[in-house]
């Protein structure tokens, strides 16, 4: 059974910085392109950053380059989502997923990060 789960998820202030995680299990993790993603209210669900299987090329929306970075640790089945200079509009559920290419197979539970001004 696949799982993937999120942390570090929380409440902090305009400017600060948040380092989400994402603990995979029950699939060949080093296998999978991994995803960042996230939902505001009322909005739709939107692609964040990905980070390929080999090499580790990595791929941001404008919105966040230059103050999201995306890391994985394949020895120990988790990708990272280290973000700075956090904004009110960067509030959301955060998911993390795993796929190949455009396609994602798993996704986790989603995680809140709330930013406030």
């Known amino acids: 059974q696949v799982q993937l789960v999120e942390s570090g998820g929380g409440l902090v202030q305009a400017g600060g910085s948040l380092r989400l995680s994402c603990a995979a299990s029950?699939?060949?993790?080093?296998?999978?392109?991994m995803g960042w993603f996230r939902q505001a209210p009322g909005k739709e669900r939107e692609f964040v950053c990905k980070?390929?299987?080999?090499?580790?090329?990595?791929q941001y929306i404008d919105s966040v380059k230059g103050r999201f970075t995306i890391s994985r640790d394949n020895a120990k089945n988790t990708v990272y989502l280290q973000m700075n200079s956090l904004k009110p509009e960067d509030t959301a559920v955060y998911y993390c997923?795993?796929?190949?290419?455009?396609?994602?197979?798993?996704w986790g539970q989603g995680i809140q990060v709330t930013v406030s001004s």
């Open positions: 997923a795993a796929g190949r290419g455009k396609d994602y197979f798993y």
């Open positions: 029950g699939l060949t993790f080093s296998y999978y392109d």
């Open positions: 980070i390929s299987w080999n090499p580790d090329s990595t």
